[in-house]
């Protein structure tokens, strides 16, 4: 076992401590719409480090643990013949995820009558909140405050909703029409959010001090700018990153939390007149694309939890496939990462490429429960289900949809990925496997024969 050079911690040490309070003020994770207890042992850290660099293990585990860092050995099939770097006792350290993407604003808004708020939905569920509190979706029925419409929206497709408040009256537009009215009532119309518990996707949103002319605006689709005595406006066109702008000059500019996913054709979009294999289509030369921003109440691409171990690869350590591993009650856990050259080591004859990338895209349900040691069949959701313990949390991937059929776009680094455990075989076989044991059989062949 080898004891020199290592490194384990259980404390944040100051650094990482100002790190991790650094992106967690970029992503404000205590603003996420549900907080959930993850069960179980799950972990995650750097998907590659250079040798002689330390690898950093988040843990969540509601159980003590045994935790090791492991090179993979010469069976493909056990963890017999692995060899154990390093281990440590470690308690049982709980930890908790948060979900949903949504816009934060910076400067909310407590606005009273009179005014006008104007947005576009195309919703992917139809419950959920639009404007907090005030404006929302209930089973398809769009809701101002509790004067409900009786107009019942469909999934998939884009809506234009106006709500007018005044002295006298409350009014409730949809897709140009008139579709409830009541006298007008003192509620506290605040906004601190846009999209917050809403499934869909969401394109240009204003508040205006002054009525609008509705039909003209359901006619431009969201391709005009918003005039007049504007209150804040966000045109949600930046296409990228995480700031949402106010072009009122009101400067009630937003943040997105939990990423949510850009380029998304707007209202005034048809898709259809784009043929899948166009390479001569250029989105950002399409003046009638529009812009959207999508949002999802299962989005999370980064758990951010504290380091709970740290452990310095030797300089000299073989380069290739390692795991930190957990045994916890008869189980076994392993979080797989690669161990690379150095760049100013010079590189050998032969390259071999691990496919994190492609571990990546397939990695769903990040939370799941089937680990022990040895072979581990990783099949189909509907007849294993491996996420029984936390059938709240994401289960989506690059060829899974989210909850209510987002198409997936983007994951995240910063999570469990157990698909990509080593000794994970696939669809009941002991045979077939995908991932890292399926490109380990290259590796121990090339072990055998250099």
Not at 161 to 188: D, F, P, Y
Not at 386 to 394: G, Q, R, T, V
Request: hydrophobic share 35%.
């Amino acid at each position: 076992m080898y004891k020199g050079g290592s490194m384990a911690i259980d404390e944040r040490s100051e650094a990482l401590e100002s790190s991790a309070q650094a992106l967690e003020k970029a992503v404000n994770i205590s603003e996420v719409p549900e907080s959930i207890e993850v069960k179980g042992v799950h972990a995650y850290s750097e998907k590659s480090v250079e040798l002689g660099q330390p690898v950093n293990f988040r843990v969540s585990a509601d159980t003590p643990y045994k935790f090791s860092i492991v090179q993979l050995g010469i069976d493909p099939d056990s963890s017999s013949k692995d060899i154990v770097l390093y281990d440590k006792e470690s308690p049982a350290r709980l930890q908790r995820v948060q979900l949903g993407s949504y816009i934060k604003i910076d400067l909310s808004l407590n606005i009273s009558p009179p005014f006008c708020a104007e947005t576009w939905i195309r919703p992917f569920n139809l419950s959920g909140s639009i404007f907090k509190g005030w404006l929302t979706l209930d089973k398809g029925k769009v809701k101002f405050a509790e004067l409900s419409s009786d107009v019942t929206l469909k999934k998939y497709k884009w809506y234009h909703i106006v709500a007018i408040a005044n002295k006298k009256e409350r009014q409730l537009w949809i897709n140009g029409k008139l579709a409830t009215r009541a006298s007008s009532k003192k509620i506290n119309y605040a906004i601190d959010s846009i999209g917050k518990a809403f499934d869909g996707d969401i394109a240009q949103s204003t508040i205006y001090r002054n009525s609008i002319n509705i039909a003209q605006h359901y006619k431009a689709q969201a391709l005009e700018k918003p005039q007049g005595d504007i209150i804040a406006t966000w045109l949600l066109d930046e296409e990228i990153g995480l700031v949402i702008n106010d072009s009122s000059g009101n400067k009630h500019h937003g943040r997105i939390i939990n990423n949510g996913t850009w380029m998304v054709g707007g209202p005034s979009f048809n898709g259809r007149k784009v043929k899948r294999f166009d390479q001569k289509y250029m989105p950002n030369k399409d003046d009638q694309r529009g812009h959207a921003l999508r949002l999802a109440t299962d989005d999370l691409y980064n758990c951010q939890w504290p380091i709970a171990h740290s452990f310095k690869i030797p300089s000299d350590a073989k380069q290739g496939i390692y795991v930190g591993r957990f045994n916890f009650s008869g189980k076994e856990y392993n979080s797989t990462f690669v161990v690379r050259r150095p760049k100013r080591q010079a590189p050998k004859k032969i390259l071999v490429l691990c496919a994190t990338n492609t571990w990546l895209a397939y990695s769903r349900m990040p939370f799941a429960d089937n680990h022990k040691a040895g072979l581990v069949d990783w099949g189909r959701e509907s007849v294993l289900r491996l996420n029984k313990s936390n059938s709240k949390l994401p289960k989506y991937n690059m060829y899974d949809q989210h909850k209510y059929n987002q198409p997936t776009f983007q994951m995240g680094v910063n999570m469990p990925w157990p698909s990509a455990g080593p000794y994970k075989t696939y669809r009941g076989s002991q045979i077939f496997s995908q991932w890292t044991r399926n490109e380990r059989f290259l590796h121990l062949w090339l072990d055998e024969n250099s």
